[in-house]
Structures are given as C-alpha cells and as structure tokens.
C-alpha cells in the first residue's frame, strides 16, 4: 500500500507570497490532518479534515487555510506568507471515523522557507 | 491550556547504554502514542497506550502508561546506533483534532 505523499518537497518563497501544499492520504484513510514542524516550537496542529469538512482547527492565524476533495485529497494554502512561516509542513492520515486517537501516518512533508 | 511536557530535550548516550524519555501531562489523558522521526526523515508511529498502568514492549524499548494516566516513559535498552533520532510523545487534543505533540527527546548515539 503506498504511503502519504506530499507536494512539493521543497518550496522557496518571499514574504507576501501564498503557497498551496498538497497531500495525498494512504488509500482508504478518510482522516487528513496537517502539522507545521519548527525548531522553536516542535509539532504544531493545524487542522484536520475528514470527508471534506474541517472537523478541527488548531490555533493558527486565518491566513492558513485547507480543503479535502471527494477522494480525501487535501490540500493547505498559507496567504501573505512571513518569515515565522518557513517550516516543515507535515500531512498525516488516519482512518478517521469518531475514534480520534487512530495511528497517525505522516508523509515526508514539505519543506517551506520564506525570504 | 493543555500541555505535553517531555524530558530531556536533549540525550547523548555511548552506544550499549540505556535511555529514557519522560512525557508528563497537565490532564488526564485517553491514550497516549509515540512516535520516533529519524534526522530528516517524518515522524513514524511506535505505539498507542490506552489503559492505566500499561506496559508494552517492543524488542528493546518499553513504554509505560502513568496510574493516573497523566505520565508516560520510553525505555530503551542497550542502544544502538540505529535508535538515534527524535521520540515524541503526542496525546489527543482536549479541543479536538490530532494529538498534541511533545517537545521530543533527541537521542544521539556514539558507537
């Protein structure tokens, strides 16, 4: 079975800019859940989506923002880019369902820095 | 508002020795995972622990669930360097969503 991929890998933007990030989940997982990764701060939730709802939300700025399509792709969009944000983005996927403490499968994650 | 802490930050360890990672929690939580994420690499799900004093094991590492479900310990035995990388503790969120990560122990290995 193949496991979460995310595009792209790599992305290079300057402040101001947006950014689309983009998650595949494992097949059959319906649960898509996103993390930004720092050195400062460690492991943050963003937000999770299961079967194209936004079920919860993290404490992140309005500038971050996702959507789940009709095949539990999902993806995250960051407006007005700052420097705070460079990151490494994290999508993991679960079977989802009213357990909300299933395996997390993370994917590779993609790796934004902002100039 | 809810916190995971996790001790040490930091560990370097001669390879053959013993390593623990310490997750403490502000509640009670419902289960707690962790997870270990190799230098470069994403964080990989170990393990889920679920009831009051639980204790699994997995070849050399031990993890223990807290009595009053508030701490939890990973034990490694005679590392190798294999073991080297970041171990996360992550409980489910008191507002819902995901987990909730701990800081992370990052555990060098010198051979």
């Known amino acids: 079975k193949a496991g979460v991929t995310q595009t792209p890998r790599y992305l290079i933007k300057t402040r101001g800019q947006q950014v689309t990030l983009s998650c595949s989940p494992i097949s059959g997982h319906r649960s898509v859940s996103w993390y930004q990764q720092t050195p400062g701060q460690g492991l943050q939730f963003l937000f999770e989506y299961f079967s194209e709802t936004q079920r919860n939300k993290g404490n992140f700025p309005g500038r971050f923002s996702g959507r789940q399509f009709s095949n539990s792709r999902s993806e995250m969009n960051v407006s007005t880019l700052e420097l705070g944000d460079s990151a490494l983005y994290l999508c993991?996927?679960?079977?989802?369902?009213?357990?909300?403490?299933?395996?997390?499968?993370f994917g590779p994650g993609t790796r934004l820095t902002v100039l | 508002g809810q916190q995971v802490m996790q001790i040490p930050q930091y560990q370097h360890v001669q390879e053959g020795e013993d390593f623990t990672t310490y997750c403490n929690s502000s509640?009670?939580?419902?289960?707690i995972q962790w997870y270990k994420q190799r230098p470069g690499g994403h964080p990989v799900f170990l393990i889920q622990l679920v009831k009051s004093g639980e204790v699994k094991k997995q070849k050399r590492l031990t993890f223990q669930f807290g009595e009053a479900k508030k701490n939890s310990s990973l034990h490694i035995t005679a590392t190798q360097t294999t073991d080297v990388g970041t171990y996360f503790c992550?409980?489910?969120?008191?507002?819902?969503?995901?987990?909730?990560f701990g800081q992370g122990t990052e555990l060098s290995v010198k051979p």
């Open positions: 509640t009670t939580l419902s289960n």
């Open positions: 992550a409980a489910p969120r008191d507002q819902g969503g995901k987990l909730i």
């Open positions: 993991a996927s679960s079977l989802g369902g009213l357990r909300t403490y299933n395996e997390q499968f």
